[in-house]
Nanobody, 116 residues
Framework: QVQLVESGGGLVQAGGSLRLSCKAS????????MGWYRQAPGKQRELVASITNSDYTNYQNSVKGRFTISRDNAENTVYLQMDNLKPEDTAVYYC??????????WGQGTQVTVSS
């Protein structure tokens, strides 16, 4: 089992920045997939960015060039740096992790609200 705790969400104006953190309850060095997903009201949950334990990253097209995912194995933490935020980025952001299945474990989510 892996418990994930997100933090760093909040209210920010358009063009601003936030950094989300996802702290895992155990070492993440052997966890192959870690990622950030988001769900806006009335919409399906979608992948925002993911990173493997070999540091391969993948981004949703709408956040490329604005968001950066990274992992700190020593701190058992994955980060999502979000710059130039837009109102359409407003959603609950979830951290997920998995070994063979990327979304075996989920955090409780953190709200990000971007005002125009």
């Amino acid at each position: 089992q892996v418990q994930l705790v997100e933090s760093g969400g909040g209210l920010v104006q358009a063009g601003g920045s936030l950094r989300l953190s996802c702290k895992a309850s155990r070492s993440i060095g052997s966890i192959h997939h870690m990622g950030w997903y988001r769900q806006a009201p009335g919409k399906q949950r979608e992948l925002v960015a993911s990173i493997t334990n070999s540091d391969y990253t993948n981004y949703q097209n709408s956040v490329k060039g604005r968001f950066t995912i990274s992992r700190d194995n020593a701190e058992n933490t994955v980060y999502l740096q979000m710059d130039n935020l837009k109102p359409e980025d407003t959603a609950v952001y979830y951290c997920a992790a998995g070994y063979s299945i990327p979304t075996s474990y989920w955090g409780q989510g953190t709200q990000v609200t971007v005002s125009s």
